[in-house]
T-cell receptor, first 112, second 112 residues
Framework: QKEVEQDPGPLSVPEGAIVSLNCTYSNSAFQYFMWYRQYSRKGPELLMYTYSSGNKEDGRFTAQVDKSSKYISLFIRDSQPSDSATYLCAMNSGTSYDKVIFGPGTSLSVIP | DAGVIQSPRHEVTEMGQEVTLRCKPISGHDYLFWYRQTMMRGLELLIYFNNNVPIDDSGMPEDRFSAKMPNASFSTLKIQPSEPRDSAVYFC??????????FGDGTRLSIL
């Protein structure tokens, strides 16, 4: 079993839809959770950074962490064509010299 | 603010040649990471530095790969000799301590 699992998609939705992207993980020591957005031919761009369980909202984006289920989600409301990208989840325990583990990414297309 | 700067953006070279990739991290960040991204394997951590000192190079695939960080504002990743299977996108990222990593836009490397 991989440490972090993520459905690679591709996921295709109509403009305006609510998008749900998810990751599961196996290491209960993970405390810090991140979502990155990667456009084609660009580097991953940090979208959300959360600690422990709970929700965090930033504009149209909401990150949700359920540590009891080892499950994290990113919700995108009122999706736009500009949201078309690959979304990578990432996580680590936060201790010194602990590596960040990235999911493989989910490819999202928002159709106008 | 300037982000992580990588050069060159694209590199095409023949098998056997030496390749040098360069990275300027975000000013003040004390961690620097080198990643390789391919469709098959996703993002792979190659090596990372803390305060210019290499901490973990276990992801470096072979002795053909080497990385240096002579000062806080510059790092290189060198491949010598290069092989076609080294073709990938190489990313540099930097961070404060255990904070989230910020990525450059990568170097797209093609070895013919």
């Amino acid at each position: 079993q991989k440490e972090v699992e993520q459905d690679p998609g591709p996921l295709s939705v109509p403009e305006g839809a609510i998008v749900s992207l998810n990751c599961t993980y196996s290491n209960s020591a993970f405390q810090y959770f991140m979502w990155y957005r990667q456009y084609s031919r660009k580097g991953p761009e940090l979208l959300m950074y959360t600690y422990s369980s709970g929700n965090k909202e930033d504009g149209r984006f909401t990150a949700q962490v359920d540590k009891s289920s080892k499950y994290i989600s990113l919700f995108i409301r009122d999706s736009q064509p500009s949201d078309s990208a690959t979304y990578l989840c990432a996580m680590n325990s936060g201790t010194s010299y602990d590596k960040v583990i990235f999911g493989p990414g989910t490819s999202l297309s928002v159709i106008p | 603010d300037a982000g992580v700067i990588q050069s060159p953006r694209h590199e095409v070279t023949e098998m056997g040649q030496e390749v040098t990739l360069r990275c300027k991290p975000i000013s003040g960040h004390d961690y620097l990471f080198w990643y390789r991204q391919t469709m098959m394997r996703g993002l792979e951590l190659l090596i990372y530095f803390n305060n210019n000192v290499p901490i973990d190079d276990s992801g470096m695939p072979e002795d053909r790969f080497s990385a240096k960080m002579p000062n806080a504002s510059f790092s290189t990743l060198k491949i010598q000799p290069s092989e076609p299977r080294d073709s990938a996108v190489y990313f540099c990222a930097s961070s404060f301590s255990t904070g989230p990593q910020h990525f450059g836009d990568g170097t797209r490397l093609s070895i013919l």
